[in-house]
């Protein structure tokens, strides 16, 4: 129940990037300025995350999570009838609350029902639920958006949460976490020098991953269809891009679920430790495999499913840092993501106009590398 609503979460934040054209024609705007859209809610969401999370500490997760889900309907909702580009803004800042408040509290409910032993294993799942948004979600709101317009694939993220919410409602427990009283307690994490270093490493890691995955039409430019120079794609490229990209989602799913088991059994550090170390390998082997289509795709699966295996065992390594402020200590750990992904378009477009595309993914290799070497040198108590 809890990977249904991160689901129906990253279906909305996956699917933005698909409508963005014709969002841009129907508030008339630029194509650019309707891409803030992705940039506002990402900067919401790492900004709200850990506030939010301090501000309902106290409430039972189960009110939490329903909360969250019928703010993040609102947020959508609004937004499918934002009659200007500013208001299609603030509606999406509203939509971020929502799912800064889910997501983190998601991942730290199914922890608390699980237990230590299992705690790997129960964000992994949860984490699907984000994945599949990939594989499915975002590919399905982006074909009805297409038909039916972009308001319509915003109607349709709005009623998703809804269906969840009944179901959260009948089935989660009422339970509480065991969070310190206060505020300032609350946000003790922040003062914690080894939650600060270990979300360093999220940082770190994840502008490594998310620069060759948010330039993949740059990095796999020839096997593409692209010209020499040119700036679009030719040939069927957007037909192998959706390819590339579902290889990646599909991959990174089962990464994911293995990472969670990996990251019971042998401790999250070495988990972190090897997908970072493979993840360099991987990277720095890619500009071998960029003009032929089947090294292409085993590049990508690859790349998809070590990337994915960091996710689940750096979540629960920031959990076992902080297990009085467990659900603040998580929505940091995502808001360092969203962070990363930001930073990862910009560094990316720097690199692409510096050393090109053929080479984008071993500045991400230096990256991953930086991390590994960050996780070997730090290792705080059994984490």
Do not use: K
């Amino acid at each position: 129940m809890l990977a249904l609503g991160t689901f129906v979460v990253g279906t909305d934040a996956f699917v933005i990037a698909g409508v963005l054209p014709d969002i841009a024609a129907d508030l008339h705007t630029g194509l650019g300025a309707a891409g803030q859209l992705v940039t506002v809610f990402a900067v919401a969401y790492a900004v709200l995350s850990p506030l939010l999370a301090a501000f309902t500490a106290g409430w039972s997760r189960r009110t939490v999570l329903i909360t969250a889900l019928a703010v993040f309907a609102l947020g959508n909702a609004a937004t499918a009838l934002a009659p200007t580009y500013p208001s299609a803004l603030a509606a999406r800042v509203v939509a971020a609350a929502g799912a800064a408040l889910y997501t983190p509290n998601a991942s730290a409910t199914a922890a608390a029902l699980a237990g230590e032993a299992s705690r790997g294993r129960a964000f992994a799942l949860v984490n699907t639920g984000l994945t599949s948004a990939l594989i499915l979600g975002a590919p399905l709101g982006t074909a009805i958006g297409g038909a039916y317009g972009w308001r319509t694939t915003m109607w349709l993220v709005t009623a998703l949460p809804l269906l969840v919410v009944p179901l959260l409602a009948a089935r989660l427990p009422r339970i509480h976490t065991d969070t310190p009283r206060g505020l300032r307690r609350r946000l003790a994490p922040l003062a914690d020098r080894g939650v600060l270093y270990t979300l360093g490493v999220t940082v770190v890691v994840f502008v490594g991953i998310y620069i060759p995955f948010e330039y993949i039409s740059a990095v796999y430019g020839p096997v593409l269809g692209h010209g020499a120079g040119a700036g679009g794609e030719g040939g069927g490229g957007s037909g192998l891009t959706a390819v590339l990209l579902l290889v990646f989602g599909i991959t990174g799913t089962a990464g994911n679920l293995v990472a969670g088991h990996l990251a019971d059994r042998f401790g999250p550090r070495r988990v972190v430790l090897g997908a970072a170390l493979a993840l360099t390998v991987v990277f720095g082997l890619v500009p071998l495999t960029r003009e032929w289509l089947p090294a292409a795709l085993a590049a990508v699966a690859v790349s998809g499913w070590v990337s994915f295996s960091v996710t689940t065992p750096q979540q629960h390594r920031i959990a076992a840092l902080a297990p009085q402020a467990q659900s603040v200590a998580v929505s940091l750990n995502a808001a360092a993501i969203y962070l990363a992904v930001s930073l990862a378009g910009g560094l990316g477009g720097i690199g692409l106009e510096t050393v090109g595309g053929a080479r984008l993914p071993w500045l991400a290799a230096g990256f991953t590398l930086t991390a590994a070497a960050l996780t070997a040198v730090h290792r705080p108590g059994r984490n």
